[in-house]
């Protein structure tokens, strides 16, 4: 991701702006490789030369964008306050929250995990922005454990990681491939499933802190 070092102006903050608007409507509809600097350029409405002034290439851009999708992601999965504060419920609505907002962004999300395969810089900003949803998952299992509600013998990390990674690609299968579920099922599948593997039954009545 290009960080400017020198505060930008208000002009400059919009520009900036615009330019990663225009890259993930771009890149949204047409691919990354399909993707040239001038495309970003004609619908941001700046020269080439503006471009530059505020990212080096295409890839750093995208590195951008894709930054601010994950970010997006995890704000929108977020289970805040108004949830129930029962443990299994509070994991039930975290997926559902998960899958809508994969399904907004889902392409953008591939189109990143494409390009870590060919890329290093992209490898290490896809272990990046899929850290802080690990770290939330270890986090929120950390907080059963203290209060007695999962399995003392798993390992946090391990087990949000493994977990997490059953709800990305069930994500992947359901909205990308066209497997056949309703949100209910899927939703209520997935819970089953992760509430099972850390020890968890929906008649827990203690609430972890907010944020799981």
Request: charged share 25%.
């Amino acid at each position: 991701m290009i960080v400017k070092s020198d505060p930008l102006t208000a002009r400059g903050r919009r520009t900036r702006a615009a330019l990663v608007q225009a890259g993930r409507e771009a890149f949204d509809e047409h691919g990354y490789e399909a993707v040239r600097v001038d495309d970003v350029c004609a619908r941001a409405r700046v020269s080439h030369g503006t471009f530059y002034t505020y990212f080096d290439s295409k890839e750093a851009l995208f590195r951008e964008v894709a930054a601010a999708v994950v970010g997006e992601m995890f704000t929108a999965s977020v289970v805040g306050p108004a949830a129930p504060g029962e443990p299994y419920a509070r994991i039930e609505a975290a997926n559902r929250l998960y899958l809508r907002a994969w399904a907004a962004n889902s392409r953008l999300i591939r189109m990143l995990e494409q390009a870590a395969t060919a890329e290093e810089s992209f490898r290490e900003l896809l272990l990046e922005l899929r850290e802080v949803f690990v770290r939330r998952g270890a986090q929120g299992l950390r907080r059963l454990q203290d209060q007695g509600l999962a399995d003392p013998s798993l390992d946090p990390r391990l087990t949000a990681v493994m977990l997490g990674g059953m709800v990305e690609h069930f994500a992947h299968v359901w909205l990308d491939l066209g497997e056949r579920a309703d949100e209910e099922t899927a939703v209520g599948l997935l819970t089953t499933l992760w509430a099972r593997a850390i020890g968890l039954t929906p008649t827990s009545d203690t609430s972890p802190e907010e944020g799981q």
